[in-house]
Structure formats: C-alpha cells, structure tokens
C-alpha cells in the first residue's frame, strides 16, 4: 500500500515549485491532493498530476483572504468529507536591504508568509479536531531561525515566526491525533531562487546560482520533489510520534562553522 492512500491533503502555493513539488510526491503517494495558489497555473499543474494517472483537483485561493479560504476548505470538506493533511507551503521573499524597505513590503511579507498560515490553518483545524487526526506541516527556512543573506531582514523574521507558530500549536493539539511539523529547507531550485538570482545579476542569473551551489557542502541546490519526499514522509503514519518539529533539509548549506576557512583536504 502507498503511504498516503485514503488521505486527503491540501497544499497551499502549489502551482510551482515546492507546493507543486509536495503536490506530485503526495499524489503519488496515494492522497488525493487539493492544489491552491493564486495563478491559475494552479490548474494545469493539477492536470499534469491527473495525466499521470494519479488524484489532484485545484481551486484558485490567495492565503491572505479568509472568507475565499474559508469557502475553498467548505468546498473540500464537501467534496471529499474530510480533510487529513494540511501542507502550509505558499510564500514570498522580496529582497530588499532594511534601509530601503517600505511597510508595504514588510506588510505584504507578514501577511503572505505568517497571517496566511494562521488563516489557512484556522479554516482546516476544526474538522481535524472532529476526527482526532491530522498531519500539519508548514514551511519554515533554515533561513531565519539559524541563517539569514542580506536583503531579508522581512523573510527571515516570518519563518523564524513560523517555526514558533509551529511548536506552540503542535502543543496544543498533541493530545488529538494531530502533529504540527515545520520543514527548513536551504536553497532549493525553484522560481523564488531564480527570480531573486535574476535581480541580483540580471546579465548572469546563472552565474549566482552556480556560486550558491558552490557554497553548498554536497555542491548542488535541492529540487522540489526531494521537498516532496520529506514532506510525504512527516504526512505519513512512519512520522506519527514526531511534532512541534523543525526539520532541516539543506544539503548540509548550514554545517560550516567557518566557510573557506582551515581547509586542510
Ligand atoms: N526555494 C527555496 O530555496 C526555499 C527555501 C526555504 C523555504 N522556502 C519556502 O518554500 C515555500 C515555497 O517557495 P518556492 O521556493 O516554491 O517559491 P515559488 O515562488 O516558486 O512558489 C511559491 C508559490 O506560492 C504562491 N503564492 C504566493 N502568494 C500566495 C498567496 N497569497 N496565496 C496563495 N498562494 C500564493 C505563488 O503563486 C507560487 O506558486 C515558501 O514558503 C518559501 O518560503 C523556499
């Protein structure tokens, strides 16, 4: 049996990289998996699932405005009668030095990145509740809690904020079947990295992304779909005794202590 048979997930900005990447993982895995995202992308990605032969539907759904998310999750909950996995994956990182961050960069970070999850999550966990089961897993960053590049003084806070959300509501529910996880990952090759690599050498993009990769111990970024598999696996029964968790997966980006610095090999 696949490890996400009978479950029903939702993943939040799953119209690319990382949502898209958890979204084909988990539908492989078994689940029938509710696409969201703000770009109508949201449906041809959910397509592409369909094609293969596996269970995805997608609905249109910006994080930010609870009565749309409210009335998506209704639509879910009516549709498939339960709701098993909520995957708190869309997000945005603008990078701006402090000096010249405007409050609506600030503002549209918060909300995006730390109202969003609290909205989406308030929608899916009373009917989690009901069925005394469910699997939570939210994205965080190693970038924030433990590392941070210049220019992210907005991005770093909120998934440093997620990371909090994360245990302090993992201890609220630990007593219902629920487990509320959050995933750090290092510099993963998605639109987000290649966008922020397109502005900081617009002639060269890939140039900066071969001197990310550099700075990586194991010498590459990650791909979406090893997101995918980490995430599958906190969403799956193997990780039932594991919460209020962050859990790393950077390639080894955040082991040096000192890069560059007493080589000896
Ligand atoms: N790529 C990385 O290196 C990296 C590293 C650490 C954490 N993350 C986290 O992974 C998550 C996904 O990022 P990604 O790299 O795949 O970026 P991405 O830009 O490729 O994808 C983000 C998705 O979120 C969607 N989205 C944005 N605002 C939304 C909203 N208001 N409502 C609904 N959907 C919205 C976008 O449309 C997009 O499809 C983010 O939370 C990000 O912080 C990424």
Known sequence: MRRLENKVAIVTGAARGNGEGTARVMAKEGADVVL?????????????????????????????????????????????????ILVNNAGVCQLVPFVDMSEEILDKTLDINVKGVFIVTKAVLP????????????????????VADVGECAYAATKAAVWGFTRSLALEVAKEGITVNAICPGM??????????????????????????????MGRLGNIYEIGEL??????????????????????STIPESPGSFTTI
Do not use: C, W
């Open 188 to 217: 993963i090759a998605t639109e987000m990295v290649k966008n922020n690599a397109s502005l900081t050498n617009p002639e060269d993009p890939e140039s900066v992304l071969r001197d990310l990769a550099k700075g990586i111990p």
């Open 127 to 146: 009917s989690m509740l009901k069925q005394k089961y469910g699997r939570i897993i939210n994205f965080s960053s190693v970038t924030g809690p433990l």
């Open 231 to 252: 995430v599958a696996f906190l969403a799956s029964d193997a990780a039932k005794y594991i919460t209020g968790t962050p859990v790393l997966i950077d390639g080894g």
């Open 36 to 84: 969201t995202d703000v770009l109508d992308l949201v449906h041809e990605t959910a397509k592409n699932i369909t094609d293969e032969g596996d269970k995805a539907v997608s609905f249109k759904m910006d994080i930010t405005n609870a009565s749309e998310v409210n009335s998506v999750v209704q639509k879910v909950l009516a549709q498939f009668g339960k709701i098993d």
